[in-house]
């Protein structure tokens, strides 16, 4: 790290001293679970790089945008419509944190029993250590799951630039018209923040912006059903990772380039594991960086992950945004419906989801599927056991894991990982 990357920390009130001992946790993290990966495509070295400079590059460029009078939006989840934060001069950065952080101190304001996302986003802001928070001109919370709803209460005293979403729990012409609500609601508050008025050219734009960086997720995603698989699921997870933060423009031709070379894996038959490696799909709930437990201990036992059916996965990315309206009302519905779909587990009732996990575990050919449920998360771990039934019942394989983001549980994860692999033989 430069003198000037700790300048522009200190700058945004960080504790240095704090956020150099979670930058080494965070280096190491990644160089044994990434830099050990045998034959990893070439193209990946964009990632080495964006995780090299994940609190210095990025946060600068986005300190850039602001002098020229560009806003920071800050989310916590896939609901927040990333179009109109694009159309109204702004951009959207992931906040969900992936590490224990100042854990004393957050179980003084949240109880022991919230699941370790929250816990995390709270430790990262009361250790001072996340740019993208300290620089961010809104931070949006969104009502989904309870200990969510909750946690913003609590955090709207410790962030004076709060902003809560309301959202709908059931998928009802009510439910629709409350998230329509909130979505204009939304786009009012920031032309309130960036002083811009989106119009329907805007708004355009920022659909195709949002739109060209999903399809080529959607690329990477789908070169993963090819066996061998030419990509590991620690790396794909890492695409899904960068996509929450990462220069929009940037991701897409980068993404595109690591595609080109997949392409040309799958047609010499070279994978990241050899063929007929155990197959697994993931569903459950989001992995943020640097939560990479869980993938980690599948393919070091010697599985590929070949699709994550999650918020940092094909949950959030799955759709497209049409953009075929000539006014912003029609844009603003476009939009409206693409969000609609998403299939998260605070909604009741959330069949969609269980067919979902279904056919993606078919459309990527997995072999089982591992349920991945945060301890007291209760939206998912509820949804767990419907899955695992609905898999039982089309004959896949599925393994129920709960765990945290400690890593006191690896080597009960490990033998139960193993166990399930050999099933699969
Ligand atoms: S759309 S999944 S990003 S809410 S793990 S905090 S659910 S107790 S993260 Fe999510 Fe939006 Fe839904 Fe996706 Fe609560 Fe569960 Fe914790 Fe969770």
Not at 37 to 54: C, H, L, W
Not at 287 to 315: D, F, L, Q, T
Not at 372 to 401: H, T, V
């Amino acid at each position: 790290m430069s003198e000037e990357d700790r300048k522009m920390w200190s700058d945004l009130g960080m504790d240095l001293q704090a956020h150099d001992q979670l930058l080494d946790v965070l280096a190491n993290n990644y160089r044994e679970t990434y830099m050990s990966q045998e034959n990893r495509p070439k193209s990946t070295q964009y990632f080495d790089f964006v995780m090299n400079g994940i609190h210095g590059q990025r946060v600068a460029e986005l300190l850039k945008e602001k002098e020229q009078g560009r806003k920071i939006v800050g989310s916590y989840c896939v609901f927040v419509p990333e179009e109109i934060v694009q159309a109204a001069n702004a951009t959207l950065v992931g906040l969900c944190s992936g590490a224990d952080f100042a854990m004393e101190e957050v179980e003084k304001y949240l109880p022991r029993n919230t699941c370790s996302l929250i816990k995390s986003s709270l430790g990262f802001k009361l250790g001072k250590v996340c740019p993208f928070l300290e620089s961010a001109d809104m931070i949006v919370g969104e009502n989904t799951c309870d200990g969510k709803k909750k946690f913003y209460e609590t955090f709207s005293e410790l962030v004076p630039n709060m902003y809560v979403m309301d959202l709908p729990q059931v998928k009802s012409e009510q439910g629709k018209e409350l998230m329509r609500a909130e979505f204009y609601r939304f786009l009012q508050s920031l032309q309130d923040i960036t002083g811009y008025r989106v119009d329907v050219e805007s708004l355009k734009q920022g659909i195709k912006t949002v739109n060209e960086k999903r399809k080529a997720i959607h690329r990477l995603q789908s070169l993963r059903k090819a066996d061998p698989a030419p990509i590991s699921g620690l790396d794909s997870l890492l695409a899904n990772q960068i996509y929450l933060y990462e220069d929009p423009q940037r991701f897409t031709r980068e993404v595109h380039k690591l595609c080109d070379e997949l392409e040309e894996r799958i047609e010499r038959r070279e994978g990241a594991f050899p063929a007929n490696t155990p197959r697994i799909l993931i569903t459950g709930c989001p992995m943020a960086v640097p939560n990479w437990k869980v993938p980690y201990i599948v393919e070091s036992e010697g599985a590929v992950i070949v699709g994550e059916e999650s918020c940092v996965g094909e949950r959030g990315n799955r759709n497209l945004t049409r953009d075929d309206g000539n006014s912003l009302e029609d844009l603003m519905e476009a939009i409206l419906d693409r969000y609609f779909q998403i299939d998260c587990a605070i909604f009741t009732p959330n069949q969609e989801r269980t067919e979902h996990i279904l056919d993606m575990a078919k459309r990527y050919r997995a072999d089982g599927v591992i349920h991945y449920g945060l301890q007291f998360c209760q939206p998912y771990i509820q949804e767990s056991f419907s899955a695992e039934k609905a898999l039982r019942e089309n004959d896949i394989p599925a393994l129920r894991l709960e765990t945290d983001y400690s890593q006191e549980d690896i080597g009960q994860l490990q033998t139960r990982v193993e166990a399930f692999l050999e099933l699969l033989d």
